[in-house]
């Protein structure tokens, strides 16, 4: 998850010039945390450009964090110290109610959750698949012919579905991703064996992956 979320916060990020190693700790001085919400808002955050001590960091991650409860979002538990400490639950939990309330939450329907809303879409797009049958943001992803899906119906010119196996699921997972990436400019944010090679691929990473789409 602290992978996927990077990889997301800098495909932002580069849009302002920037970039970080890893979203605990890179977000400590407050300055790219703000440069990641004005990516997302469009917005002007001010920030202490030199903030080397605690206190300054501390002030500066406030106002990201004032910002966003200004954008009607709830951060219960997460304190500006959490995020200059480096704290990885609370950055990572942070980072998630970015992706739902700036990403995710502009695909609900009246009355849903971000996630239904998001799932009810890749379930509509699906639909005309045989082969796909999504009924959530884990399994139903690991044979990778659900990203193919979704890539196919919108531009049937870059991939097609026919002998796509769901046997072969690295091959599928490997083709969406290249020609997401490469073709319509969406950031990978995972490996096939993120997916195809663990029990129960992470929720919120495959959730923040396909909002993009």
Not at 67 to 91: H, M, Q
Not at 138 to 144: A, F, I, K, P, V
């Amino acid at each position: 998850q602290i992978r996927a979320f990077t990889k997301w916060a800098n495909s932002h990020l580069k849009q302002k010039g920037s970039s970080i190693e890893s979203v605990i700790g890179g977000f400590s001085d407050g300055l790219n945390l703000a440069k990641l919400l004005e990516s997302l808002s469009g917005d002007n955050i001010k920030q202490n450009a030199r903030p080397r001590m605690r206190i300054m960091q501390v002030e500066n991650v406030n106002a990201s964090l004032q910002f966003i409860s200004g954008a009607g979002v709830k951060l219960e538990g997460i304190g500006a110290e959490d995020i200059v400490d480096a704290n990885s639950t609370l950055t990572l939990g942070l980072v998630w109610t970015l992706i739902l309330r700036f990403v995710i939450a502009g695909l609900s329907e009246d009355g849903m959750s971000a996630k239904q809303g998001l799932l009810l879409w890749c379930q509509k797009k699906t639909e005309p698949y045989d082969n796909v049958d999504i009924r959530d943001f884990h399994r139903s992803w690991q044979d990778g012919l659900g990203l193919c899906a979704l890539i196919n119906r919108h531009r049937p010119d870059l991939i097609s579905m026919d002998g796509r196996d769901d046997n072969d699921a690295h091959q599928n997972l490997n083709d969406a991703f290249d020609i997401a990436e490469n073709e319509l400019g969406i950031t990978k944010l995972l490996d096939a064996e993120d997916i195809a090679d663990v029990a129960k691929p992470d929720e919120k990473a495959m959730m923040a992956y396909i909002a993009q789409y």
